[in-house]
């Protein structure tokens, strides 16, 4: 494609309000999702009330809930009636009401001993979250009682005449005062620890990009009704519907390397760039495989939903189902996502393209279609 055509092809382009906005979303899109990581949000909002502030187990438990990771907000509260309050109006996601013996709660668990009272949770709805939460309060109120646990069994073994004391003191002498986790990330690029909020941006561009690809079948597809294509021939009409949605993908495509660059998720420019070029390449074949198997404006409006929820659950844009291996190798966005930490994936998406060229070439024989 010569250096005039493209230029000529871009002046037709930004005459789209469609694909001007799909631009436009790009840079909005990050910076919302920058400046909400910057401001005060968290994962779960959870208020606690004890019924006795002055129990011991009561303290014990909302200063370990407060060394959680900040990511989750904590608030005491004067009543519980205010708790369940800010639960109903969806200001809490969660209220915790310790009750007022708590501290015999926990001293009848010791004994293996059912209790008389039990914390209680108001929650309006339950999610993944919601079980995390109750998880993580489970084994923070495991936390301490364990140690009753441990001294009652103790001393049954021993006997309160058995040097009890000592032992239990060796114990906790011996207990570790730190964490015994270290945590690594497996593939050749890493990148600095990043605030939750902005962790799907990456895959929420790759989607995007997913969309521009569509738009550029669409476009295509419409250019070729309207005869745009009477001057331009090629005797390999594969390569000229590449060059033309390579146009339409290069703005979208540098506009999202910028916003990962400048919002601090790159892992490198040379290897987000390599990335990126595999992926639009990707996207590019998808989205002429599916104009050829589908072959109409109408259609493709109608599938490009579809793909892109598809694609959503099936890449690791918010979590990554492990379970759907096997149809997760269609998805282009899977590749890209998974190749932005490991080489390997890199690979793998290059031949996913090859794969893909093979199949549009099949197509293109069967159907005999003008591009």
Known sequence: MSIRRF???NKRL????TYVILLLMIPIAVMLFKTAAESDSHVMKIGIYAEDKNAV??????DELRTVREEISFTEYASEDEAIKDVTSAKLDEAWIIPAGIDETFERLAVGKRPKDTIRVYEREQGVTHLFMQELLESKAFKIY???????GAAKVIGEDGGLDEFVKTFYDKAPGSSIFTYARLGDNTVKEESYLLMPVRGLLAILLLITSFAASIFYMEDSDNGLFIYWHSKFKNLRALGYYSVVMINSAVLVLLALVLSGMSVGVITEAVNMVVYCVALILFSMIVRMVFGSVKTMGVVMPLAVIVSIVLSPVFIDIKGFRAAQIFIPSFYYLMSTYDSYWLIRMCVYCLCEVLV??????IKRIKL
């Open 7 to 9: 230029i000529l092809l």
């Open 14 to 17: 930004y005459k789209q309000a």
């Open 57 to 62: 187990s009561a303290r014990s438990l909302i």
């Open 146 to 152: 364990a140690p009753g646990v441990f001294e009652k």
């Open 360 to 365: 549009l070439e099949v197509l293109y024989r």
